[in-house]
């Protein structure tokens, strides 16, 4: 009996519950998910590295780098649709008193003439005023005689088909005192001629830039620096004499305002890249 007992401790007892088959079945379990999700892992990283686009090669702008340099030039038409005119008025009188109080009598008909005709007064401003002695010469000794003054006025038409109307009635109110200095066509909105200028400038530089890189074996890159050398126009003066008051209602005085050309000029600095 005692050896029959010794025999039973060496043989493993039978585990009715079956929790160690359970707990053993667990442990792979857990073992495989995280030897898959380890793979996963690898997976993932290995095709994101193989699909991930290198990043592109930028040409440099550096002072050590290839450029070209190109200059364009463009022009735009436009249709004037302001009138500048400046006209002044010259009164004289044996004082100076006298002479500015004759002048500034001539001077306001003319401005009341002007806004009558359409001016608006914010667009009517004087521009400028002078008082002068006048003198004779007696053996070298100058002696006055009287004062001269004269008030020149600048006014804008908004409607150019009134101007010819409104420069004759004007001369009509101030006779021959008043003359016309100048007239000069200009738009109201200058850049919209000015932008499509631009814009072809631009372009042939581009154009230009792209010619002479292919002639050279070479491929444009990024633009280094783009620069406007346009000057800003200035309005076309246009002499125009004043009709003497015997005749300034015969016939109006012919305006035609015509075309203008605005010019512009731009340069461009590419970076140049090896022919793709």
């Known amino acids: 009996m005692p050896q029959d007992s010794e025999d039973r401790d060496d043989v493993a007892e039978p585990d009715p ?16 998910v995280a030897l898959a999700v380890v793979i996963a892992a690898v997976a993932l990283g290995l095709t994101l590295t ?13 002072p050590t780098a290839p450029t070209l340099s190109v200059v364009g030039t463009g022009q735009a038409t436009v249709s004037p649709d302001l009138l500048t005119v400046v006209v002044s008025v010259d009164a004289g009188g044996p004082s100076a008193a006298a002479a500015l109080a004759t002048d500034n009598a001539e001077a306001a008909g003319a401005l009341t003439t002007l806004e009558k005709g359409g001016v608006q007064a914010k667009d009517i401003a004087t521009s400028g005023l002078s008082l002068q002695p006048q003198y004779v010469y007696s053996k070298g000794v100058p002696t006055v005689t009287g004062y001269e003054v004269d008030n020149t006025v600048t006014a804008t038409l908004g409607d150019i088909s009134k101007a010819g109307a409104v420069i004759d009635t004007v001369v009509g109110s101030a006779g021959n005192a008043l003359r016309i200095e100048s007239i000069g066509f200009s738009s109201a909105d200058p850049s919209v001629g000015q932008d499509r200028a631009r814009a072809r400038a631009a372009s042939q530089a581009e154009a230009h830039a792209r010619a002479l890189a292919g002639a050279a074996g070479r491929s444009l890159g990024p633009v280094c620096t783009l620069t406007d050398r346009s ?41 140049l890249e090896p022919a793709g």
């Open 231 to 271: 000057a800003t126009p200035e309005p076309d003066d246009d002499q125009l004499a004043a009709p003497s008051a015997g005749t300034a209602n015969a016939a109006e005085v012919p305006i035609s305002a015509g075309q203008q050309t605005q010019t512009a000029q731009v340069s461009l600095v590419y970076a």
């Open 50 to 62: 193989r699909t991930q686009p290198a990043p592109a090669k930028q040409a440099a702008c550096g």
């Open 17 to 32: 519950t079956g929790r160690g088959r359970r707990r053993f079945g667990r442990s792979l379990l857990v073992v495989a």
